[in-house]
């Protein structure tokens, strides 16, 4: 069992009601469980965060494998996360930076690493999703096409569309902060963008297109 997957270990005594074993799923998935519900909602992840661990506890037992425990969980998450937006849609700011999210792995600096959650969060619903799904969270294109009931190619093409919008964003703000160096912002960026690719949930599941 690697580091990664060390969780299986504590879903099936969760499931029988240890909540010690629940408490150590909780803090496994906390930190990037509240990344992606930001990612989605901003402000409200945290109280996202902690209404999607306890449908978790309350569902558990009706979760037949405990290796998919993690894609059940994001399913949770994201399904609040949709919930809470359609409810504060016209209450969720649009560019409050959470200093607490640590910066993607390889993120040249935390300053790129905020940038590129800004620009994030300027995407289209449909498309952040995908990027959050695919880019912070790794699931393949197949497992967010179930996730989130979208056609495979429909989630490629919101990961192309969202691609092609964070590039546009962040050479914008490149120039406009360093106008002197803007080719070298632009080769730096582009790089960026090819490791940490852009994110978004589905038009029939209730997120603006």
């Not at 150590?24 to 209404?51: K, P």
């Not at 959470?98 to 600096?109: A, N, Y």
């Not at 880019?135 to 093409?157: D, R, W």
């Amino acid at each position: 069992m690697t580091p990664s997957n060390q969780w299986i270990q504590w879903v099936k005594p969760a499931q029988a009601g240890d909540q010690e074993a629940f408490t150590d799923l909780v803090r496994y998935f906390q930190t990037e469980g509240y990344r992606a519900a930001w990612l989605w909602a901003g402000d409200g992840a945290e109280d996202i965060l902690q209404e999607a661990f306890i449908i978790c506890w309350q569902k558990l037992p009706q979760l037949r494998k405990p290796a998919a425990f993690r894609s059940w969980f994001y399913r949770i998450l994201r399904r609040t996360a949709l919930d809470y937006v359609n409810k504060h849609r016209a209450e969720l700011p649009q560019d409050n930076l959470d200093p607490l999210i640590s910066p993607p792995p390889g993120s040249p600096s935390a300053t790129d690493a905020d940038r590129l959650q800004a620009a994030l969060r300027e995407l289209p619903d449909l498309q952040r999703d995908a990027c959050t799904l695919y880019y912070y969270a790794g699931f393949s294109v197949k497992e967010i096409a179930s996730m989130t009931g979208a056609p495979e190619a429909t989630v490629k093409s919101r990961l192309f569309h969202a691609r092609k919008k964070l590039r546009a964003l962040l050479l914008t703000d490149g120039k406009a902060s360093h106008p002197s160096t803007a080719q070298a912002q632009k080769e730096d960026h582009h790089e960026h963008l090819q490791r940490h690719g852009p994110v978004q949930p589905v038009s029939n599941d209730g997120f603006k297109a």
